[in-house]
C-alpha cells in the first residue's frame, strides 16, 4: 500500500500545503472577510457513514469569492451524541494549489490555514458560515452547540505523539486485549465531544463497557510493561520500535485512580517521550554531524605540515628554477649580441660579394670576347692553312719570276751614259 495516501500523509500534505502562497490571491473577493453572525441557523439533515458533499449546511458555500464551493465528508466513527467525530472539510478549487489534494480533518488544521492565507477572518466568523457538527442517520443525534474548546483538548491530547488507534501497537507485546484497547481508545476520543454535550441517560451495559475498558490487572500490566521499557536508557528507548508504545501505556496508566501527584506528572512527562525523543534524536545527529566536521577541520589541519614542507620544497625549486632562467636569458642576450655582430660583418661581406658579382661579370664579358676572337683567328688560320699549298706554289712561281726579271736586268746594274 502507497503510504502517501494514507489518511495521516494526507492530513500531513495539507499542513505543508497551507503555507504555500495560493496559486492566484487576486481571486480572493471582497467577500472573504464579510461579517457573518453565529446566529445563522442550519437545517441538519442526517447522513450515513462516509457520505460526502459540497457546500451547505456542513460547508461554506460563496467564500471565500462568489461561486467558491466547499466539500465534505465523514467516516464511520460518531460520538455518544450521536455526531460524527471524523469529517473532513475540503477546499474549492480556487484554493487548491499542487498536486495532492487539500484536506482539513481537524479545526486546528482549518485554524492555521486561516491564519497563514485569511489572517482578518476569524475562526469564530469562519464556522459561523456552516455547521461542524454532522449528524448520523445510524442514531438520534442530541444536539449540542458546536464549540471549538472540545476539539482543542482532543487536539492537545493527541499531541503526546500516541497513534490515531492505539490497538495498531498493543498486539506486538499485548498486556491487554485488543478489543479493551480499541473500545477505551474510541472512548477517550469521543470523550471530549461527551463533555460539551448535555448528559444524556445511560445505560448499565455502557457503564460496564466503561468501567471495563481497563481494569486493575490491565493497568499493572501496562504498568510492568511500561517499567521494562523505562529500564532501558533514554537513547536506546527514543531510537526503538516501541517508543510510540510508551506514550499509550503512560495514557493508559493515568487512569489509576491511586496515583500520586508526583505519579501523574512522570506519566505526563512520559507521555512526551516520542516528541522529545524525535528532537533529541535530531540533536544527536547534529552532534555527531558536527563531530564529523570536527574531525575533517582536524584532519586537514594535520595536513597542514605537510602542505607547508611542500610549500617550502616547492618554493625553493621555483627560486632555483628562476636562477636558471636568468642564467639562460643572459646567455641568450649574448647570442643575440653575436648575432648582431655577425649580421653586421655579413652586411659587409654581402656589399664585398655585390661588387666581385659585378667585376666578374665584367671578365666574364671580356672572357667571352676574347674567347670569340680567338674562335675567329683559328677559323682564319685555319681557312689560311687550307690555301697554303696554293700559296706556296704562288709564291715559288712569283720568286722564280723575281729571279729572272732581276737576272735579265742586272746587265743594266752601274750602266752609265
Same mark, same amino acid.
Given at each position: 500500500?502507497?503510504?502517501?495516501?494514507?489518511?495521516?500523509?494526507?492530513?500531513?500534505?495539507?499542513?505543508?500545503?497551507?503555507?504555500?502562497?495560493?496559486?492566484?490571491?487576486?481571486?480572493?473577493?471582497?467577500?472573504?472577510?464579510?461579517?457573518?453572525?453565529?446566529?445563522?441557523?442550519?437545517?441538519?439533515?442526517?447522513?450515513?457513514?462516509?457520505?460526502?458533499?459540497?457546500?451547505?449546511?456542513?460547508?461554506?458555500?460563496?467564500?471565500?469569492?462568489?461561486?467558491?464551493?466547499?466539500?465534505?465528508?465523514?467516516?464511520?466513527?460518531?460520538?455518544?451524541?450521536?455526531?460524527?467525530?471524523?469529517?473532513?472539510?475540503?477546499?474549492?478549487?480556487?484554493?487548491?494549489?499542487?498536486?495532492?489534494?487539500?484536506?482539513?480533518?481537524?479545526?486546528?488544521?482549518?485554524?492555521?490555514?486561516?491564519?497563514?492565507?485569511?489572517?482578518?477572518?476569524?475562526?469564530?466568523?469562519?464556522?459561523?458560515?456552516?455547521?461542524?457538527?454532522?449528524?448520523?442517520?445510524?442514531?438520534?443525534?442530541?444536539?449540542?452547540?458546536?464549540?471549538?474548546?472540545?476539539?482543542?483538548?482532543?487536539?492537545?491530547?493527541?499531541?503526546?505523539?500516541?497513534?490515531?488507534?492505539?490497538?495498531?501497537?498493543?498486539?506486538?507485546?499485548?498486556?491487554?486485549?485488543?478489543?479493551?484497547?480499541?473500545?477505551?481508545?474510541?472512548?477517550?476520543?469521543?470523550?471530549?465531544?461527551?463533555?460539551?454535550?448535555?448528559?444524556?441517560?445511560?445505560?448499565?451495559?455502557?457503564?460496564?463497557?466503561?468501567?471495563?475498558?481497563?481494569?486493575?490487572?490491565?493497568?499493572?500490566?501496562?504498568?510492568?510493561?511500561?517499567?521494562?521499557?523505562?529500564?532501558?536508557?533514554?537513547?536506546?528507548?527514543?531510537?526503538?520500535?516501541?517508543?510510540?508504545?510508551?506514550?499509550?501505556?503512560?495514557?493508559?496508566?493515568?487512569?489509576?485512580?491511586?496515583?500520586?501527584?508526583?505519579?501523574?506528572?512522570?506519566?505526563?512527562?512520559?507521555?512526551?517521550?516520542?516528541?522529545?525523543?524525535?528532537?533529541?534524536?535530531?540533536?544527536?545527529? #547534529? =552532534?555527531? &554531524?558536527? @563531530?564529523?566536521?570536527?574531525?575533517? +577541520? $582536524?584532519? /586537514?589541519?594535520?595536513? %597542514?605540515?605537510?602542505?607547508?614542507?611542500?610549500?617550502?620544497?616547492?618554493?625553493?625549486?621555483?627560486?632555483?628554477?628562476?636562477?636558471?632562467?636568468?642564467?639562460?636569458?643572459? #646567455? =641568450?642576450? &649574448?647570442? @643575440?649580441?653575436?648575432?648582431?655582430? +655577425? $649580421?653586421? /660583418?655579413?652586411?659587409? %661581406?654581402?656589399?664585398?660579394?655585390?661588387?666581385?658579382?659585378?667585376?666578374?661579370?665584367?671578365?666574364?664579358?671580356?672572357?667571352?670576347?676574347?674567347?670569340?676572337?680567338?674562335?675567329? =683567328?683559328?677559323?682564319?688560320?685555319?681557312?689560311?692553312?687550307?690555301?697554303?699549298? /696554293?700559296?706556296?706554289?704562288?709564291?715559288?712561281?712569283?720568286?722564280?719570276?723575281?729571279?729572272?726579271?732581276?737576272?735579265?736586268?742586272?746587265?743594266?746594274?752601274?750602266?752609265?751614259?
Amino acid at each position: 500500500m502507497d503510504l502517501s495516501d494514507t489518511p495521516e500523509a494526507l492530513i500531513l500534505t495539507s499542513l505543508q500545503d497551507e503555507k504555500e502562497p495560493l496559486k492566484d490571491d487576486s481571486a480572493i473577493g471582497s467577500n472573504a472577510y464579510k461579517d457573518v453572525t453565529k446566529d445563522k441557523t442550519f437545517d441538519l439533515q442526517s447522513v450515513s457513514s462516509y457520505s460526502s458533499g459540497e457546500g451547505l449546511p456542513y460547508a461554506p458555500d460563496g467564500w471565500p469569492n462568489a461561486g467558491d464551493v466547499w466539500g465534505w465528508k465523514v467516516a464511520g466513527r460518531r460520538s455518544k451524541g450521536g455526531y460524527f467525530t471524523d469529517r473532513s472539510l475540503i477546499p474549492p478549487a480556487s484554493l487548491q494549489k499542487g498536486t495532492r489534494k487539500l484536506e482539513f480533518r481537524s479545526k486546528a488544521d482549518i485554524k492555521r490555514y486561516l491564519h497563514s492565507n485569511f489572517p482578518n477572518m476569524t475562526l469564530e466568523a469562519f464556522f459561523a458560515l456552516f455547521s461542524w457538527m454532522i449528524p448520523s442517520a445510524e442514531e438520534t443525534p442530541t444536539k449540542v452547540e458546536d464549540d471549538d474548546t472540545g476539539s482543542q483538548r482532543k487536539s492537545r491530547r493527541k499531541s503526546v505523539g500516541r497513534p490515531r488507534k492505539s490497538s495498531a501497537l498493543v498486539p506486538v507485546r499485548p498486556c491487554v486485549t485488543p478489543d479493551q484497547v480499541a473500545k477505551f481508545d474510541a472512548y477517550l476520543d469521543n470523550l471530549d465531544d461527551m463533555l460539551d454535550m448535555p448528559h444524556t441517560e445511560t445505560t448499565a451495559s455502557d457503564h460496564a463497557t466503561c468501567a471495563s475498558a481497563l481494569d486493575a490487572e490491565s493497568i499493572e500490566c501496562c504498568k510492568k510493561k511500561l517499567s521494562s521499557l523505562l529500564a532501558l536508557d533514554f537513547p536506546s528507548l527514543v531510537s526503538s520500535n516501541d517508543v510510540a508504545e510508551v506514550a499509550i501505556l503512560a495514557s493508559q496508566i493515568r487512569e489509576d485512580p491511586n496515583l500520586t501527584v508526583d505519579q501523574l506528572f512522570k506519566l505526563k512527562l512520559v507521555e512526551q517521550v516520542p516528541l522529545a525523543g524525535e528532537a533529541f534524536l535530531e540533536a544527536k545527529e #547534529s =552532534i555527531e &554531524e558536527a @563531530d564529523k566536521r570536527m574531525a575533517d +577541520l $582536524q584532519a /586537514k589541519k594535520l595536513e %597542514i605540515p605537510t602542505l607547508k614542507k611542500e610549500y617550502n620544497e616547492l618554493k625553493e625549486k621555483l627560486s632555483e628554477r628562476e636562477a636558471e632562467m636568468d642564467i639562460s636569458t643572459l #646567455s =641568450i642576450k &649574448e647570442i @643575440d649580441d653575436q648575432i648582431r655582430q +655577425l $649580421q653586421l /660583418k655579413r652586411n659587409r %661581406i654581402s656589399s664585398a660579394l655585390e661588387t666581385m658579382q659585378k667585376d666578374k661579370d665584367k671578365l666574364t664579358s671580356e672572357l667571352s670576347n676574347v674567347a670569340n676572337s680567338i674562335s675567329t =683567328i683559328v677559323n682564319e688560320i685555319q681557312s689560311g692553312l687550307s690555301q697554303k699549298s /696554293k700559296w706556296d706554289l704562288k709564291k715559288a712561281n712569283n720568286v722564280r719570276r723575281v729571279a729572272e726579271i732581276q737576272e735579265k736586268f742586272v746587265t743594266l746594274r752601274g750602266l752609265t751614259f
